[in-house]
């Protein structure tokens, strides 16, 4: 069975950091490219950071560049993401989800390749 959970997320101050980890069960990061998705009350789901099946390919939504980094550990199967300089703006419920179509050396944030979903972890980000 494939599973998705995240963790790691809470409440900071502007300026502040986090990371999030998604841990995957029943799959292999080597055959599904991961991204994490955002969304703020009131807001549709966005994309915020993927990473293709290969590793080798990493891709960001724009408030997020140069902010968040997202990587990978195959051997606990886990996904991280590193948020630095966070803002009010990204508070948010966060997901990470699975994508088995996308090929291999490419993540995208179409939101209907995710198959699998995680159930969230909410940052919030206040002083």
């Known amino acids: 069975q494939l599973q998705l959970v995240e963790s790691g997320g809470g409440l900071v101050q502007p300026g502040g950091s986090l990371r999030l980890s998604c841990v995957v069960a029943g799959f292999s990061l080597d055959y599904y490219a991961v991204g994490w998705f955002r969304q703020a009350p009131g807001k549709e789901r966005e994309g915020v950071a993927c990473i293709s099946s290969s590793g080798s390919t990493t891709n960001y939504e724009d408030s997020a560049k140069g902010r968040f980094t997202i990587s990978r550990d195959i051997t606990p199967n886990t996904v991280y993401l590193q948020m630095d300089s966070l803002k009010p703006e990204d508070t948010a419920v966060y997901y990470c989800?699975?994508?088995?179509?996308?090929?291999?050396?490419?993540?995208?944030?179409?939101?209907?390749?995710?198959?699998?979903w995680g159930r969230g972890t909410q940052v919030t980000v206040s002083s």
């Open positions: 989800a699975a994508d088995p179509l996308t090929v291999q050396d490419l993540c995208v944030f179409t939101q209907s390749d995710y198959y699998y």
